[in-house]
């Protein structure tokens, strides 16, 4: 794993962004694995500013999405479809037809989670898979359990996730308990990930996860098997882990 740390939240999104405008460019019709959340947005503002500046173009682009809420459409503003188009998709010349995220609204969930793992293997696999961490060390939504999923699946959010995540809802009960999700081997196999951690309440989960064993009850802890993984952290996430001797790159 290859660590860079940045002074704060906007330094972190830059190198982000960064590392993602260079897979673009080396692979304009990349597959990119993209992730929500409140971490990734300062990295999806710096893309746009690239594009608008005319330094990079996504016309080539495909994209994944990690996971969806069950039961929201597409239309609710709390949606992961939602989130990409007002976050990034709507502001760059990505092909629309070219992104995906998983259906939540879909009748047949399993069928659905069935049909998210094909897609991904017709693209051809992930490029570039975009993470942030859940303060349980969920990825995705692959929640702390007693053994790893491995394809996409529906999972129960657990309490700690849904009162995390209801800062975005108007109450707790709004928040949906049950999503759609990529498992653990459709993020495995993607060619390389870059995970995003920021702020100090993420210090003592990012240690625990890529200091401490591999297990299941620590989701994200399985990325140290993978061969090609950069984390990018500002300061605040990244103290606990550097002062067990984690190595930083320049
Ligand atoms: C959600 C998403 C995750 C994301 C996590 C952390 O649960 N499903 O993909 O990593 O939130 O969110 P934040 O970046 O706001 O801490």
Do not use: W
């Amino acid at each position: 794993m290859r660590i860079y740390q940045s002074e704060d939240y906007q330094g972190m999104s830059r190198r982000a962004a960064s590392i993602i405008a260079a897979q673009i460019i080396n692979k304009p019709d990349c597959v990119l694995g993209l992730a929500t959340g409140s971490t990734p947005i300062g990295a999806y503002q710096q893309l746009i500013e690239m594009y608008k500046a005319g330094d990079l173009s996504f016309a080539e682009v495909k994209s994944v999405n990690l996971d969806e809420y069950k039961g929201l459409s597409p239309k609710n503003d709390q949606s992961y479809r939602y989130f990409m188009q007002h976050n990034l998709f709507d502001h760059v010349n990505i092909n629309v037809a070219n992104t995906n995220v998983p259906q939540g609204e879909a009748a047949d969930a399993d069928a659905e989670c069935a049909r998210y793992d094909r897609l991904i293997d017709d693209l051809g696999g992930v490029d570039l898979q975009l993470l942030g961490m859940g303060l349980n060390g969920h990825i995705g939504f692959n929640e702390p359990c007693a053994s790893f999923a491995t394809g996409t699946h529906v999972v129960d959010l657990t309490e700690s996730t849904i009162a995390a995540n209801s800062r975005f809802f108007s109450s707790m009960n709004d928040v949906p308990r049950q999503a759609l999700t990529m498992g653990n081997k459709n993020i495995m196999d993607a060619k390389q990930i870059l995970i995003m951690v920021s702020g100090e309440a993420k210090a003592d989960i990012v240690c625990k996860a890529f200091s401490g064993p591999v297990c299941p009850e620590v989701p994200a802890s399985i990325l140290q098997l993978h061969k090609n993984v950069i984390l990018v952290g500002d300061r605040a996430a990244l103290c606990k882990l550097l002062e067990t001797g984690a190595a930083l790159c320049k």
